[in-house]
């Protein structure tokens, strides 16, 4: 299994580590050429939601990599690549726009925009998940056909359409794989 983690901008080395600890085979994917290389699934990680989205466009990984996702490849994107990956976002224009969800980005505020709980998730672990929040989104509506996997105070914070899994939050900057190990099985 090969998994390739999109690296343009922000925490992405974090999801490298993460893999590396599973003994899971990956490249990072800055270009390209990165992807002409056959690969099995797709991470798109946190960072910036706006900047990475400009630069898909601008490195001419938009196309490709939606199709790879139209196509059935298994994606996880954690917070600003739960945005990514979102049909629609409150106020703004989406990005690669696959899944049915509704997102409302930067959605904890000012005085709770980081922060971390330990949630019980029992479609995805047996014992209480460690979850960091930074500057998270939430999703503020999930279409039919989305499995909501948490809710944290009346808000989706992760969720699965087919293929497609997304975090509010950050599980690569935990020591706690659950939620990798449950997109690897995907
Ligand atoms: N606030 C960022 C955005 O809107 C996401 C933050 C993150 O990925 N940790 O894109």
């Not at 974090?14 to 290389?37: M, V, W, Y």
């Amino acid at each position: 299994m090969r998994i390739g983690i999109l690296a343009l901008q922000g925490a992405f080395i974090e999801h490298k580590h993460a893999l590396d600890k599973l003994g899971i085979e990956s490249f990072e994917i800055r270009q390209r050429r990165d992807i002409a290389k056959p690969f099995d699934g797709l991470i798109i990680p946190g960072g910036e939601s706006t900047v990475i989205g400009r630069l898909l466009h601008k490195l001419d990984l938009f196309e490709p990599l939606k199709a790879k996702i139209e196509g059935g490849m298994p994606v996880f994107g954690t917070c600003a690549g739960l945005i990514l990956l979102a049909k629609n976002i409150e106020g703004e224009a989406s990005h690669l726009g696959v899944m049915d969800i509704t997102v409302r980005r930067n959605a904890y505020g000012r005085q709770y925009d980081s922060f971390s709980v330990n949630a019980d998730v029992p479609k995805v672990s047996e014992k209480p998940v460690p979850l960091v929040f930074i500057r998270a989104p939430w999703i503020e509506r999930a279409e039919k056909g989305v499995d909501v996997l948490l809710e944290l105070d009346g808000h989706i914070v992760a969720a699965r359409q087919n293929n497609m899994l997304v975090t509010a939050f950050h599980p690569e900057l935990t020591d706690n794989t659950s939620f990798l190990e449950y997109f690897i099985n995907m």
